[in-house]
T-cell receptor, first 112, second 112 residues
Framework: GQQLNQSPQSMFIQEGEDVSMNCTSS?????WLWYKQDPGEGPVLLIA?????ELTSNGRLTAQFGITRKDSFLNISASIPSDVGIYFC????????????FGKGTSLLVTP | DGGITQSPKYLFRKEGQNVTLSCEQN?????MYWYRQDPGQGLRLIYY???????QKGDIAEGYSVSREKKESFPLTVTSAQKNPTAFYLC???????????FGEGSRLTVL
């Protein structure tokens, strides 16, 4: 599959702070997805993006499909302890067919 | 309730033994997937199936086998040929190829 570069690898923040993470690809992507995984569980879909430039919100979460189609970012505003987990970006490249490519994840820790 | 069910959640096996992980979905999804997750490695695609009686290898298919005899079921066999089978295995499904994936809760396999 195609490699996605996700950063940062981990974040340690205080409750109430805003968080930003991003994902880049060396090739064009048609779809970007953001997932959250709690320990020992399967990932849960947070936001799906289908058009370049698209900006979508889901509560305190906001994600954007980069205009170059090679990147995406996820913002979390006013973080709370239950935001703790691993966040994954994922996407379908123009030539990746049915294979969803994943980033290596951003581990988020939130202290009260 | 609709969803994806993986079993068992935890499994221990001795070296040299084959083991089969179950994945069942009642979402009426056409496509099903198996991913392997190792710490810090993200999710890597093992096998996927777009329709019944058809499946394709992913990036790390060696040492694994699958079948898709029914739309709702996609079992994964970890064979003795898999050199490093200890991992967290995730099953997913989607309504169609290149769509949003919905994950099960995962199966953790430990080889002793």
């Amino acid at each position: 599959g195609q490699q996605l570069n996700q950063s940062p690898q981990s974040m340690f923040i205080q409750e109430g702070e805003d968080v930003s993470m991003n994902c880049t690809s060396s090739s064009i992507f048609n779809t970007w997805l953001w997932y959250k995984q709690d320990p020992g569980e399967g990932p849960v879909l947070l936001i799906a993006l289908y058009k370049a430039g698209e900006l979508t919100s889901n509560g305190r979460l906001t994600a954007q499909f980069g205009i170059t189609r090679k990147d995406s970012f996820l913002n979390i505003s006013a973080s709370i302890p239950s935001d703790v987990g691993i966040y994954f970006c994922a996407g379908y490249g123009a030539n990746s067919g049915y294979a969803l490519n994943f980033g290596k994840g951003t581990s988020l820790l939130v202290t009260p | 309730d609709g969803g994806i069910t993986q079993s068992p959640k935890y499994l221990f096996r001795k070296e040299g033994q084959n083991v089969t992980l179950s994945c069942e979905q009642n979402l009426n999804h056409d496509a099903m997937y198996w991913y392997r997750q190792d710490p810090g490695q993200g999710l890597r695609l093992i096998y996927y199936s777009q329709i019944v009686n058809d499946f394709q290898k992913g990036d790390i298919a060696e040492g694994y086998s699958v079948s898709r005899e029914k739309k709702e079921s996609f079992p994964l066999t970890v064979t003795s040929a898999q050199k490093n089978p200890t991992a967290f295995y995730l099953c997913a499904s989607s309504t169609q190829g290149a769509g949003e994936l919905f994950f099960g809760e995962g199966s953790r396999l430990t080889v002793l």
